[in-house]
């Protein structure tokens, strides 16, 4: 038998799109003083988001830079751990090899992951009617998307980026121009709403993070410190 049609309820809308729609008129509804209201809450709202973001960048540059600094102090570590290995036990050798390559480890893949999270292409940056607006993030203008970032850019070439500039700024002045409330609350609570879920991402990250110094320099050369300190207690009791 073939497969059955699902039918939505009457009245249901099943696009993502169209909810969103529908949502926005409903706010554009609402008497001018609540609106006022709602867009100055809306407004501080964007601004306390983006210092949340700001503040969680940091501690993920923060990760970074000790991973760096693991990196290069177990790097030497294992080298001089290598060049004295005829000197000591080998519990020993072995015990701080396996801590020491276990952080190096750590640190690798925490570089490993945070080049990728730096990578990372948000969902709603495919977005060019609910995305990032005109007035609070440079993807909300189309012009300045189309100027030439490359360093190494001739002088023609750079020349050559006048023209998106100026159509840039012309529609950034049209938009204040014809900007009335309805628009700017609604565009306000599109981005605030962009910025919630772009600090989401940024948390996610890192906690990523954190969970594999943890896991892979915290909890796992404890266990291989305590196996190695047992070893060498049985190794004095059985010798």
Same mark, same amino acid.
């Given at each position: 038998?073939?497969?059955?049609?699902?039918?939505?309820?009457?009245?249901?809308?099943?696009?993502?799109?169209?909810?969103?729609?529908?949502?926005?008129?409903?706010?554009?509804?609402?008497?001018?003083?609540?609106?006022?209201?709602?867009?100055?809450?809306?407004?501080?709202?964007?601004?306390?988001?983006?210092?949340?973001?700001?503040?969680?960048?940091?501690? *993920?540059?923060? /990760?970074?830079?000790?991973?760096?600094?693991? @990196?290069?102090?177990?790097?030497?570590? $294992?080298? =001089? &751990?290598?060049?004295?290995?005829?000197?000591?036990?080998?519990?020993?050798?072995?015990?701080?090899?396996?801590?020491?390559?276990?952080?190096?480890?750590?640190?690798?893949?925490?570089?490993?992951?945070?080049?990728?999270?730096?990578?990372?292409?948000?969902?709603?940056?495919?977005?060019?009617?609910?995305?990032?607006?005109?007035?609070?993030?440079?993807?909300?203008?189309?012009?300045?998307?189309?100027?030439?970032?490359?360093?190494?850019?001739?002088?023609?070439?750079?020349?050559?980026?006048?023209?998106?500039?100026?159509?840039?700024?012309?529609?950034?002045? *049209?938009?204040? /121009?014809?900007?009335?409330?309805?628009?700017? @609350?609604?565009?306000?609570?599109?981005? $605030?709403? =962009? &910025?919630?879920?772009?600090?989401?991402?940024?948390?996610?990250?890192?906690?990523?993070?954190?969970?594999?110094?943890?896991?892979?320099?915290?909890?796992?050369?404890?266990?291989?410190?305590?196996?190695?300190?047992?070893?060498?207690?049985?190794?004095?009791?059985?010798?």
């Amino acid at each position: 038998m073939g497969q059955r049609m699902r039918k939505e309820p009457a009245g249901q809308i099943s696009d993502p799109k169209e909810l969103v729609e529908q949502s926005l008129s409903a706010i554009k509804m609402l008497d001018e003083e609540v609106k006022k209201a709602k867009n100055s809450d809306v407004k501080e709202m964007i601004r306390y988001h983006v210092e949340r973001t700001d503040e969680i960048e940091a501690r *993920r540059a923060k /990760a970074r830079d000790l991973a760096l600094q693991m @990196l290069g102090i177990c790097a030497t570590g $294992l080298g =001089l &751990l290598v060049s004295q290995s005829t000197k000591i036990d080998a519990w020993v050798f072995w015990t701080l090899a396996g801590t020491l390559g276990c952080e190096f480890l750590a640190s690798f893949v925490v570089l490993i992951f945070h080049e990728f999270q730096a990578a990372f292409r948000y969902p709603f940056l495919l977005l060019r009617e609910h995305g990032n607006k005109w007035k609070w993030f440079y993807r909300g203008n189309a012009a300045i998307l189309r100027l030439n970032a490359c360093p190494f850019a001739t002088k023609g070439k750079k020349r050559e980026a006048l023209a998106p500039y100026l159509e840039g700024l012309s529609d950034f002045i *049209r938009n204040y /121009a014809t900007e009335d409330l309805d628009r700017e @609350l609604t565009d306000n609570l599109e981005q $605030l709403y =962009l &910025l919630i879920v772009h600090n989401y991402y940024k948390n996610q990250f890192y906690l990523q993070l954190t969970r594999i110094w943890k896991w892979m320099g915290t909890v796992l050369p404890f266990i291989i410190l305590v196996l190695g300190l047992v070893c060498a207690v049985l190794w004095q009791v059985i010798g």
